[in-house]
């Protein structure tokens, strides 16, 4: 059974600060390039990072210089850092592996003051 499990959401003032992690099983996690995404109310659903598995990263414009991607092979884990937070960073974060089509549940950011 594979399962992503994400945590780390929840409210914070623009400017602000989070870390989401997201917690990986029944996967080789270390074979896995993987994604996180998001998705705005009534928008689609937009792709905000990726890490191969070399950790090569990439990053939608909209939070470069502002979100890194990381993973620790050894936990299982990815990570997503967001800095200088804003409104239009609320959505609902889903991690994801990038080549197969594993989503966790999700976990919801807010920015707002």
């Known amino acids: 059974q594979v399962q992503l499990v994400e945590s780390g959401g929840g409210l914070v003032q623009p400017g602000g600060s989070l870390k989401l992690s997201c917690a990986a099983s029944g996967i080789i996690f270390s074979l896995n390039d993987m994604a996180w995404y998001r998705q705005a109310p009534e928008k689609q659903r937009e792709l905000v990072a990726t890490?191969?598995?070399?950790?090569?990263?990439n990053y939608a414009d909209s939070v470069k210089g502002r979100f890194t991607i990381s993973r620790d092979n050894a936990k299982k884990m990815v990570y997503l850092q967001m800095n200088s937070l804003k409104p239009e960073d609320t959505a609902v974060y889903y991690c994801?592996?990038?080549?197969?089509?594993?989503w966790g549940q999700g976990t919801q950011v807010t920015v707002s003051s």
């Open positions: 890490i191969t598995t070399g950790r090569s990263t």
């Open positions: 994801k592996t990038v080549k197969l089509n594993y």
